[in-house]
């Protein structure tokens, strides 16, 4: 017998041959040749045989793999992914248009530019747009106790998959069949505190058949996700000092904006009814105020108590599958997914905090600015004791139902298929439908009419009960929805056409067609500008997809194999685009093989770009070319002036160097596609059966990227685009502080152009963004003979540049690897043993330190930066971050696992952010879990 060290096909390896191990090694007989199985692998159409390695780099985290880590949700298994930098999770997005929701982004490319799959095909994907444009999957509504692996294609696959594959492709694949009954559990919390980090799961799977002997098979899969909530006030002692002296000194005050209230402001000068009194601040608590919240005179309330730091979630994720075989050359599947998503976030009760400045915001019907003034209670107020206007610090803590926030979704998705073998072919077709539909619905905003009317007229009892239907109507229900459906038809089919010198040349054929719409809204109160505060937005839109594609592999000569794809897809209103796919793979060695790919790739608009749009928004700090100028010299003026007048000269510079302008963004039907260029090329090398190492350099280059042009740049050309920004008219306010400069200086100061009150943009082709690296992976396997078998897996990504494209010199910006938010390399390392029924483990991940500074424009955060800030300097940059985490298990007993994970094991803290935007409350955690298997 004959041994030879063949290159393996890591993907199936882990599948189908050593459950869960990461060889599999060829063997060849001069008598006996196996029958070679064959699968479509991630990345490609054409069938392989399982020891086959691609051209294209994919990872693969196996059953076994997932199951040592103690994943509860799909989040947990693909954040340890090292080519992940996901921007989008549900604890995190409760102000996101897409909140509640959880999304995948490849390479830091975004979340458009990365395809994820379940078992191949599409996902819907989420009901609502992150940010108003992009779209993706939402992770969480996809169950993770069935799945069987997950393959990560780290290069571009759009001659594949067509739009959306730029940055790669995550392809969530399930069990494909399963007989019998099996119940699992788990549970984690905190093991530094035990009301922390808490969440609870449960799943059921049951199935009938064998598909092998039988011919049919039908299983069923229920899994249940609970995560607890805990407030600000459960952690205020867990927060180091760093983040209490750096980032939020305020963090666990109690608040003088309570219930009953607090009352500030002054007598009046001359106060005639007590003339002692004349001039003299007020700050005292309002009567009826509790004994225990009176401090140093003043009534107040801790908010940290009720506001969520970490967001509650319930999930229901069902999944069925069937196979039947019709005959030997036959067979049907079908597929349903269904999905019920929760997030639930709690909020600080609204307060009443009288200032004096209006606060503004777009009225996308009108378009005109809505304007709002917290209001002082009036003289005659049954609230107010005093004979002139009062300010009063008050807290609406009337029911905190009122300030809860609620994410929901619910997504489906159903397909049915036939699969065969005829005339040679290989081939599957599925029709399917699916749809997601979420709403974010809360309550807390002020309805700006009957807010005011209410506090005005007293109809609102400060410190008392009041009604239901007078809460309502204050702080009304609101919400965010959307829907995303999709149809879609498909038929894919491969065969060997003829023997080349190296082996059988094998060719792959598909065309699918796709309807796609999209539609977000907001209630009818968000719509009509009567919420405070708040932006709309309205998107309807819908698309046709068609496309083409095939595939060649031609192993032209022995050990060298050259690849083609190439798709067309025809979107919308868009031109039919068409991209390539080269590949080439060469065995230098039994044990050696070097590959490359070149690619292009596209990413077609989606609805929420070309669609009905209407988007609205708020920006502040805006540098008006038309205003600002005369702002600073009134400002120069009035600081001559006395404390009145230079507290004005803040405004009056404001009014023109720091404005405020709503943003209102429009859909563009005429988007032209964004395009990429991919460059990968790697070397695998397998010196034994127990050791393989690949390494791959990726190039991508990201070009005709959709956004909004910058205010500035609007700002620029103001005068030669008319319609672009809308102004009011010169203010009172404006001509007020010109004669106060006047009577100072005698100088004529007088703005020519009135104030911003809107900026219009659309959805354009503007950007481009390009990043490289290294991926590095090992796998090495020691086997102890009765004293069992370590795997030891290290996964690496090194991003060698990161350049996104700066609209203020026209170029690419500097190198943004190493900078904040972009570490150099994450690397995580994995050890496993099993011995009989015993398994033991731990994992380490490391990331390096950053600097503070985003980029050369970040001034705040260079070292001059946080010195002028009183930041030491030691805390001036991110340091290197490595965590450790263990797993055991046992599954002695019969029909029973019992398994132990412990995450964060040495329990080290965050690493100090003074810019994080997030709690650092990392600590040890445990997790138990079980499963038992009835039949």
Same mark, same amino acid.
């Given at each position: 017998?004959?041994?030879?060290?063949?290159?393996?096909?890591?993907?199936?390896?882990?599948?189908?041959?050593?459950?869960?191990?990461?060889?599999?090694?060829?063997?060849?007989?001069?008598?006996?040749?196996?029958?070679?199985?064959?699968?479509?692998?991630?990345?490609?159409?054409?069938?392989?045989?399982?020891?086959?390695?691609?051209?294209? #780099?994919?990872? /693969?985290?196996? &059953?076994? @793999?997932?199951?040592?880590? =103690? !994943? $509860?949700?799909?989040?947990?298994?693909?954040?340890?992914?090292?080519?992940?930098?996901?921007?989008?999770?549900?604890?995190?997005?409760?102000?996101?248009?897409?909140?509640?929701?959880?999304?995948?982004?490849?390479?830091?490319?975004?979340?458009?530019?990365?395809?994820?799959?379940?078992?191949?095909?599409?996902?819907?994907?989420?009901?609502?747009?992150?940010?108003?444009?992009?779209?993706?999957?939402?992770?969480?509504?996809? #169950?993770?106790? /069935?799945?069987? &692996?997950? @393959?990560?294609?780290?290069? =571009? !696959? $759009?001659?594949?998959?067509?739009?959306?594959?730029?940055?790669?492709?995550?392809?969530?694949?399930?069990?494909?069949?399963?007989?019998?009954?099996?119940?699992?559990?788990?549970?984690?919390?905190?093991?530094?505190?035990?009301?922390?980090?808490?969440?609870?799961?449960?799943?059921?799977?049951?199935?009938?058949?064998?598909?092998?002997?039988?011919?049919?098979?039908?299983?069923?899969?229920?899994?249940?996700?609970?995560?607890? #909530?805990?407030?600000?006030?459960?952690?205020?002692?867990?927060?180091?000092?760093?983040?209490?002296?750096?980032?939020?000194?305020?963090?666990?005050?109690?608040?003088?904006?309570?219930?009953?209230?607090?009352?500030?402001?002054?007598?009046?000068?001359?106060?005639?009814?007590?003339?002692?009194?004349?001039?003299?601040?007020?700050?005292?608590?309002?009567?009826?105020?509790?004994?225990?919240?009176?401090?140093?005179?003043?009534?107040?309330?801790?908010?940290?108590?009720?506001?969520?730091?970490?967001?509650?979630?319930?999930?229901?994720?069902?999944?069925?599958?069937?196979?039947?075989?019709?005959?030997?050359?036959?067979?049907?599947?079908?597929?349903?997914?269904?999905?019920?998503?929760?997030?639930?976030?709690?909020?600080?009760?609204?307060?009443?905090?009288?200032?004096?400045?209006?606060?503004?915001?777009?009225?996308?019907?009108?378009?005109?600015?809505?304007?709002?003034?917290?209001?002082?209670?009036?003289?005659?107020?049954?609230?107010?004791?005093?004979?002139?206007?009062?300010?009063?610090?008050?807290?609406?803590?009337?029911?905190?139902?009122?300030?809860?926030?609620?994410?929901?979704?619910?997504?489906?998705?159903?397909?049915?298929?036939?699969?065969?073998?005829?005339?040679?072919?290989?081939?599957?077709?599925?029709?399917?439908?699916?749809?997601?539909?979420?709403?974010?619905?809360?309550?807390?905003?002020?309805?700006?009419?009957?807010?005011?009317?209410?506090?005005?007229?007293?109809?609102?009892?400060?410190?008392?009960?009041?009604?239901?239907?007078?809460?309502?109507?204050?702080?009304?229900?609101?919400?965010?929805?959307?829907?995303?459906?999709?149809?879609?038809?498909?038929?894919?089919?491969?065969?060997?056409?003829?023997?080349?010198?190296?082996?059988?040349?094998?060719?792959?054929?598909?065309?699918?067609?796709?309807?796609?719409?999209?539609?977000?809204?907001?209630?009818?109160?968000?719509?009509?500008?009567?919420?405070?505060?708040?932006?709309?937005?309205?998107?309807?839109?819908?698309?046709?997809?068609?496309?083409?594609?095939?595939?060649?592999?031609?192993?032209?000569?022995?050990?060298?194999?050259?690849?083609?794809?190439?798709?067309?897809?025809?979107?919308?209103?868009?031109?039919?685009?068409?991209?390539?796919?080269?590949?080439?793979?060469?065995?230098?060695?039994?044990?050696?093989?070097?590959?490359?790919?070149?690619?292009?790739?596209?990413?077609?608009?989606?609805?929420?770009?070309?669609?009905?749009?209407?988007?609205?928004?708020?920006?502040?700090?805006?540098?008006?070319?038309?205003?600002?100028?005369?702002?600073?010299?009134?400002?120069?003026?009035?600081?001559?002036?006395?404390?009145?007048?230079?507290?004005?000269?803040?405004?009056?510079?404001?009014?023109?160097?720091?404005?405020?302008?709503?943003?209102?963004?429009?859909?563009?039907?005429?988007?032209?596609?964004?395009?990429?260029?991919?460059?990968?090329?790697?070397?695998?090398?397998?010196?034994?059966?127990?050791?393989?190492?690949?390494?791959?350099?990726?190039?991508?280059?990201?070009?005709?990227?959709?956004?909004?042009?910058?205010?500035?740049?609007?700002?620029?050309?103001?005068?030669?685009?008319?319609?672009?920004?809308?102004?009011?008219?010169?203010?009172?306010?404006?001509?007020?502080?010109?004669?106060?400069?006047?009577?100072?200086?005698?100088?004529?100061?007088?703005?020519?152009?009135?104030?911003?009150?809107?900026?219009?943009?659309?959805?354009?082709?503007?950007?481009?963004?390009?990043?490289?690296?290294?991926?590095?992976?090992?796998?090495?396997?020691?086997?102890?003979?009765?004293?069992?078998?370590?795997?030891?897996?290290?996964?690496?990504?090194?991003?060698?540049?990161?350049?996104?494209?700066?609209?203020?010199?026209?170029?690419?910006?500097?190198?943004?690897?190493?900078?904040?938010?972009?570490?150099?390399?994450?690397?995580?390392?994995?050890?496993?043993?099993?011995?009989?029924?015993?398994?033991?483990?731990?994992?380490?991940?490391?990331?390096?330190?950053?600097?503070?500074?985003?980029?050369?424009?970040?001034?705040?955060?260079?070292?001059?930066?946080?010195?002028?800030?009183?930041?030491?300097?030691?805390?001036?940059?991110?340091?290197?971050?490595?965590?450790?985490?263990?797993?055991?298990?046992?599954?002695?007993?019969?029909?029973?696992?019992?398994?132990?994970?412990?995450?964060?094991?040495?329990?080290?803290?965050?690493?100090?952010?003074?810019?994080?935007?997030?709690?650092?409350?990392?600590?040890?955690?445990?997790?138990?879990?079980?499963?038992?298997?009835?039949?």
């Amino acid at each position: 017998m004959n041994k030879q060290f063949v290159l393996k096909r890591s993907v199936v390896a882990v599948a189908l041959t050593l459950a869960g191990s990461q060889f599999a090694f060829a063997q060849t007989d001069a008598t006996v040749q196996p029958v070679v199985q064959k699968v479509v692998v991630t990345g490609s159409n054409i069938k392989r045989g399982i020891n086959e390695q691609t051209a294209s #780099p994919v990872q /693969v985290l196996g &059953r076994d @793999e997932i199951k040592a880590m =103690g !994943a $509860s949700t799909v989040k947990d298994i693909v954040d340890t992914l090292t080519a992940n930098t996901g921007d989008l999770s549900d604890l995190t997005s409760s102000n996101s248009f897409s909140s509640g929701a959880t999304g995948l982004s490849l390479r830091n490319l975004g979340k458009g530019s990365t395809l994820t799959l379940l078992n191949g095909r599409r996902v819907s994907n989420f009901g609502t747009a992150d940010g108003g444009q992009q779209t993706f999957v939402n992770i969480d509504s996809i #169950p993770s106790e /069935v799945i069987e &692996r997950v @393959e990560v294609l780290l290069d =571009g !696959a $759009s001659a594949i998959y067509g739009s959306d594959a730029i940055a790669g492709v995550v392809n969530i694949i399930t069990k494909k069949e399963f007989s019998g009954l099996t119940l699992r559990a788990g549970a984690r919390q905190s093991l530094v505190k035990g009301d922390l980090d808490r969440d609870q799961t449960a799943s059921v799977t049951w199935g009938l058949g064998d598909f092998n002997s039988q011919g049919w098979n039908v299983f069923n899969h229920l899994e249940l996700f609970h995560r607890s #909530p805990y407030d600000d006030r459960a952690i205020k002692n867990r927060l180091p000092d760093w983040y209490i002296t750096h980032v939020s000194p305020t963090f666990g005050v109690k608040s003088t904006y309570s219930t009953p209230g607090n009352y500030f402001g002054k007598y009046p000068n001359p106060y005639p009814a007590n003339p002692s009194l004349a001039g003299k601040s007020i700050a005292t608590a309002a009567p009826g105020c509790a004994p225990e919240l009176l401090e140093d005179g003043l009534c107040k309330f801790d908010q940290w108590a009720r506001v969520g730091a970490h967001a509650e979630a319930d999930r229901a994720n069902f999944m069925s599958s069937g196979r039947l075989k019709i005959n030997d050359n036959l067979n049907a599947f079908a597929e349903i997914t269904l999905s019920d998503t929760k997030t639930t976030f709690y909020n600080a009760p609204a307060t009443m905090s009288y200032t004096g400045t209006p606060s503004r915001w777009f009225n996308a019907q009108t378009r005109q600015l809505e304007s709002f003034t917290e209001p002082m209670l009036p003289v005659g107020h049954p609230y107010n004791p005093y004979s002139f206007p009062i300010q009063l610090r008050y807290r609406y803590a009337d029911s905190l139902e009122m300030y809860k926030n609620e994410a929901h979704a619910r997504q489906y998705r159903v397909m049915a298929g036939l699969e065969g073998t005829h005339f040679g072919w290989d081939w599957n077709s599925a029709i399917g439908t699916m749809a997601n539909t979420s709403d974010a619905e809360g309550r807390g905003a002020k309805h700006a009419k009957n807010y005011l009317a209410a506090v005005l007229s007293g109809e609102y009892k400060f410190g008392q009960v009041n009604s239901d239907e007078l809460l309502q109507r204050m702080f009304p229900t609101n919400s965010f929805n959307g829907k995303s459906k999709q149809t879609f038809i498909d038929l894919r089919a491969s065969r060997e056409v003829m023997q080349l010198p190296g082996g059988p040349m094998q060719v792959a054929v598909g065309a699918e067609y796709r309807r796609d719409s999209f539609d977000s809204w907001v209630s009818d109160n968000i719509a009509n500008a009567e919420l405070v505060g708040y932006g709309s937005i309205n998107v309807t839109g819908g698309r046709n997809m068609y496309a083409a594609y095939t595939e060649v592999s031609a192993p032209v000569i022995k050990d060298l194999e050259l690849s083609g794809a190439l798709r067309m897809d025809k979107v919308g209103k868009t031109d039919a685009n068409v991209v390539p796919k080269f590949s080439a793979r060469y065995q230098l060695h039994p044990s050696l093989m070097v590959r490359g790919t070149v690619s292009q790739g596209f990413r077609a608009p989606n609805a929420a770009e070309t669609g009905k749009v209407a988007l609205s928004a708020f920006q502040n700090r805006i540098q008006d070319p038309k205003r600002c100028a005369t702002a600073t010299q009134l400002y120069n003026e009035l600081l001559k002036g006395n404390a009145v007048d230079k507290a004005d000269a803040i405004r009056a510079r404001d009014a023109g160097c720091s404005a405020s302008a709503a943003v209102d963004i429009a859909g563009n039907p005429d988007l032209d596609p964004e395009k990429s260029k991919s460059v990968n090329g790697g070397v695998v090398w397998q010196p034994s059966q127990d050791l393989s190492m690949s390494l791959d350099y990726y190039r991508i280059e990201r070009r005709n990227e959709i956004g909004t042009l910058d205010v500035d740049q609007i700002l620029a050309m103001e005068d030669s685009k008319p319609g672009l920004v809308n102004r009011l008219p010169v203010t009172d306010d404006d001509r007020n502080l010109s004669q106060r400069v006047f009577e100072l200086s005698g100088k004529r100061i007088e703005h020519t152009t009135g104030p911003m009150s809107a900026i219009s943009m659309s959805y354009q082709n503007l950007n481009r963004t390009k990043v490289s690296g290294l991926d590095f992976e090992l796998n090495h396997q020691i086997n102890l003979g009765s004293y069992g078998k370590f795997r030891n897996t290290v996964r690496a990504n090194y991003q060698l540049d990161y350049r996104s494209w700066d609209t203020v010199e026209n170029d690419f910006t500097e190198n943004l690897a190493g900078l904040y938010g972009n570490p150099r390399y994450t690397v995580r390392a994995t050890s496993n043993w099993n011995s009989g029924p015993w398994k033991a483990g731990g994992a380490m991940t490391y990331r390096p330190g950053t600097q503070l500074i985003s980029n050369k424009y970040d001034e705040n955060n260079t070292a001059e930066g946080c010195e002028a800030r009183d930041i030491p300097a030691d805390y001036c940059r991110i340091k290197k971050d490595v965590v450790f985490d263990a797993n055991f298990g046992y599954t002695g007993i019969k029909d029973l696992g019992i398994y132990v994970n412990v995450d964060n094991v040495f329990n080290r803290q965050s690493v100090v952010n003074v810019r994080t935007l997030g709690l650092p409350l990392r600590g040890r955690v445990l997790r138990l879990s079980a499963e038992y298997k009835f039949w």
